[in-house]
Each structure stands twice: as structure tokens, then as C-alpha cells.
């Protein structure tokens, strides 16, 4: 076996070298801890950052929506505030109209009572038909105007239909059995407003009423048939036809 000498010089020499190998080995591999954990901080430095940008663009999203809502929200708010001023405006109306009711219902009594008794003189000096129904439907409103029961709607509501009846009264043909003053029963007939007629059961006497005189006029026989024929006319006992009645003409 060969035998190598070595002198301590070399040997120091060699372990020298490996001490600083070692040394420097040991640094770089502290260098590549130091970076790793860099990276580490990096990492968790730039997760952070994501994740206060994600919340950042949440809070700007929901922002955005406030304002949003804010903005119909104002919109909204305005147009209620027209609505509640048009709504306190009729609230005063109201308020007015309240208290002039009062009023209003002591004016209301004495125009019915007005209504009524210009009814009555109006019936008076109309062609006296059908007169006594006519008095009757009078008196009856004077009793519901006294009649503590009744509201005013309904009085006036009943007025105004009294008045209606009148006005139909113009509007229409009747005939119908009554008597005279003197106690004789006969048969009467209406056109409208515009002539008035009775003739005796037997067709004997047939007269007109004359409202300028406000008296019963007699009529010749040539309009005894007329008459006759108006009065089954009027009774839907024959059809409609043309007539020849006297007419008195309208005053100028």
C-alpha cells in the first residue's frame, strides 16, 4: 500500500477551504429563507390588497345604489310634498264649504217653500185639469216641507218631481172621467197645455175651455164626432188621426 504524505500545511489549507464553503453555503441558503419569506409577505401583502380593492369596488357599487335610491327618493319626496299642498288647499275649501253649510240649509228651507207656493199659483192659473190630483200632490209637499222626518235632499227631491209631473202635463194627450160644478158627470179630454174639452155622456154638449175667460165655451155639433174620436184617441181605443178642433191661438 502506497503511502501519500501530507504536510499540516496542506491540511490546514483544505479545511480552511471547507470552513469558508461551509460558511458561504450557510449565508446563501439565509438569503434564500430572507426572499422566501419576502415572497411570503408579498403574497400575503398583495391578498390583502385584493381584498381591500374587492371591498373597495363592493362599498363604490353600493354607493352608487344609494345615491340612486337617494336621488327617487328626493323625486319621490317632492312630489308628495305638491301632492300634501293640493291636499291642504281642498282641506281649506272643505273647511269653508263646512262652515257656510249652516247658511246654506236656512236659504234651502225657504226656497223649497218658494218652489212650492209658485207651484201652486202656477195650478191655479192653469187650465184646470185634473185639478183636484193636482191640489193634492200640492199639499203634500207642504206637508213633508213641515215634517221633522224628512231630510232636505228628500224634500227637494219631491219638489222636483212635482215640477216634473207639471211639465209632462204639456207633453202629453189624457182623457179621463170627471164632473163639472154643476154636478153633471162627463168625459174630459187634454192635449198638452194647448186645449182642454169635455163632452156629456150622451155626446149631446160638447164644450172647450177658454183661459182668457177662464170659463167653458159650447161647441157646435160639427165638432161633437171630433171630440168623441179625440177622446177614444187618447184612450188608445182607436189609432191616432188628423182632427178638426177649434184651437185658440197663443197670446201675442
Do not use: C, H
Not at 371591498?55 to 312630489?79: C, H, I, P, W
Not at 305638491?82 to 249652516?102: L, P
Not at 154636478?183 to 192635449?191: D, L, P, Q
Request: proline share 3%; aromatic share 6%.
Amino acid at each position: 500500500m502506497k503511502r501519500i504524505a501530507v504536510s499540516t500545511a496542506a491540511v490546514a489549507s483544505i479545511l480552511l477551504g471547507a470552513a469558508g464553503a461551509n460558511a458561504q453555503d450557510a449565508r446563501l441558503k439565509s438569503i434564500v429563507e430572507e426572499v422566501n419569506q419576502a415572497n411570503q409577505i408579498a403574497q400575503a401583502s398583495q391578498a390583502r390588497i385584493d381584498k381591500t380593492a374587492d371591498a373597495t369596488s363592493k362599498l363604490y357599487t353600493e354607493f352608487k345604489t344609494v345615491l340612486k335610491t337617494n336621488a327617487g327618493l328626493r323625486a319621490y319626496n317632492a312630489q308628495q310634498r305638491r301632492v300634501i299642498a293640493k291636499q291642504e288647499e281642498e282641506i281649506e275649501k272643505i273647511k269653508v264649504s263646512i262652515g257656510q253649510i249652516d247658511e246654506i240649509k236656512r236659504q234651502v228651507i225657504p226656497l223649497m217653500e218658494d218652489m212650492v207656493k209658485d207651484l201652486s199659483e202656477f195650478v191655479e192659473l192653469d187650465i184646470p185639469f185634473q185639478i183636484d190630483d193636482r191640489r193634492d200632490r200640492i199639499a203634500s209637499l207642504s206637508d213633508v216641507i213641515d215634517d221633522p222626518n224628512v231630510s232636505d235632499p228628500e224634500r227637494f227631491r219631491v219638489i222636483l218631481e212635482a215640477y216634473k209631473a207639471e211639465v209632462q202635463y204639456g207633453r202629453s194627450i189624457n182623457a179621463y172621467e170627471d164632473t163639472l160644478e154643476d154636478g153633471r158627470s162627463v168625459n174630459f179630454v187634454r192635449v198638452g197645455r194647448v186645449a182642454f174639452y169635455y163632452q156629456t155622456k150622451d155626446g149631446k154638449e160638447t164644450a172647450t175651455w177658454d183661459q182668457n175667460s177662464r170659463s167653458w165655451v159650447k161647441l157646435g155639433d160639427e165638432y161633437s164626432t171630433p171630440v168623441k174620436q179625440l177622446i177614444r184617441m187618447a184612450r188608445s181605443q182607436m189609432p191616432f188621426d188628423v182632427l178638426t178642433l177649434p184651437v185658440k191661438a197663443p197670446a201675442q
